[in-house]
């Protein structure tokens, strides 16, 4: 069961991750889109989506240099395990609760506007449940275990093993004893990679990054003598009947 946990399913997970988004663009490049519900309704939606992008990229840096980046080499550039720990949980703290406000008034907006509940899929109420989902594990280990608990030092374990799941030498062992709130964190995790492909999250590949550096666009008047209106129906009909005549 440990190998299947922590071996067999995230190898499965990125397999799928991978395999769905060549699907998703050979056979539904016209579904490759955000869905966006903007003109449905735009109030809630000028909040909440700002509030929850921030947080969004927050909480995958925070990841990112947790998991990714050893502790030994936080050392090494003079970073000492009390300040990692401090910025780690209070940054968590912050971008997490950014991403909660976001998320709950995006899912609220889905729920109490009738034209955009009409709108949303299937997949986007899945969606939004596996996000929900995964937000709440994430900030009960943050902020319960490492911010109003004893604490727990992820680095040494969960984070070892997932940079073996890159080097094809994963270790289940260092799972075993993680606390259940991480082991379902991470295994949320990586079912949400699965669900990726399927969902409006292909369009974080799409973004209009070229945006940021592109020449503007200039409009410009036209001067001088304006243009001839076109004649009028009746204008046309009577140079006819003259022509005629």
């Given at each position: 069961?440990?190998?299947?946990?922590?071996?067999?399913?995230p190898y499965l997970?990125l397999a799928?991750?991978?395999a769905g988004?060549?699907?998703?663009?050979?056979?539904?490049?016209f579904?490759?889109?955000t869905?966006t519900?903007?003109?449905?309704e735009?109030r809630?939606?000028?909040?909440g989506s700002?509030?929850?992008?921030?947080?969004?990229?927050?909480?995958?840096?925070?990841h990112?240099?947790?998991?990714?980046?050893?502790a030994s080499?936080?050392?090494?550039?003079g970073?000492s395990?009390?300040?990692?720990?401090?910025t780690a949980?209070?940054g968590g703290?912050v971008?997490g609760?950014?991403?909660?406000?976001?998320?709950?008034l995006?899912i609220?907006?889905?729920?109490?506007?009738?034209?955009v509940?009409?709108?949303?899929?299937?997949?986007?109420?899945?969606?939004?449940?596996?996000?929900a989902?995964?937000v709440a594990l994430g900030?009960?280990a943050?902020?319960?275990t490492n911010?109003l608990?004893a604490?727990?030092?992820?680095r040494?374990?969960i984070?070892?093993w997932?940079?073996?799941?890159f080097?094809?030498?994963?270790d289940?062992?260092l799972m075993?004893?993680a606390?259940?709130v991480?082991?379902?964190?991470a295994?949320?995790?990586?079912?949400l990679?699965?669900?990726?492909?399927f969902t409006?999250?292909?369009h974080?590949?799409s973004?209009p990054?070229?945006?940021?550096?592109?020449p503007y666009?200039?409009y410009?008047?036209r001067r001088?003598?304006?243009p001839?209106p076109?004649?009028t129906?009746?204008a046309?009909r009577d140079a006819?009947?003259?022509l005629g005549?």
């Amino acid at each position: 069961m440990t190998t299947l946990v922590w071996i067999v399913l995230p190898y499965l997970c990125l397999a799928v991750f991978v395999a769905g988004h060549v699907w998703r663009w050979r056979h539904d490049q016209f579904g490759w889109t955000t869905r966006t519900s903007q003109l449905l309704e735009n109030r809630l939606l000028r909040l909440g989506s700002p509030l929850f992008h921030l947080g969004a990229f927050g909480v995958i840096g925070g990841h990112a240099m947790g998991l990714l980046v050893p502790a030994s080499v936080t050392a090494k550039i003079g970073v000492s395990e009390h300040v990692y720990h401090l910025t780690a949980v209070w940054g968590g703290t912050v971008t997490g609760a950014m991403l909660v406000a976001g998320l709950t008034l995006l899912i609220a907006r889905r729920l109490v506007n009738g034209r955009v509940r009409h709108a949303t899929t299937t997949m986007d109420k899945v969606l939004y449940a596996a996000l929900a989902a995964m937000v709440a594990l994430g900030m009960t280990a943050t902020v319960g275990t490492n911010l109003l608990g004893a604490g727990y030092d992820y680095r040494e374990t969960i984070a070892v093993w997932f940079r073996g799941i890159f080097w094809f030498q994963p270790d289940p062992a260092l799972m075993s004893g993680a606390p259940l709130v991480y082991q379902l964190h991470a295994i949320g995790g990586f079912l949400l990679l699965a669900l990726w492909p399927f969902t409006r999250l292909v369009h974080v590949w799409s973004a209009p990054l070229a945006y940021l550096w592109r020449p503007y666009v200039v409009y410009r008047a036209r001067r001088g003598v304006p243009p001839t209106p076109p004649p009028t129906p009746a204008a046309v009909r009577d140079a006819a009947v003259r022509l005629g005549r």
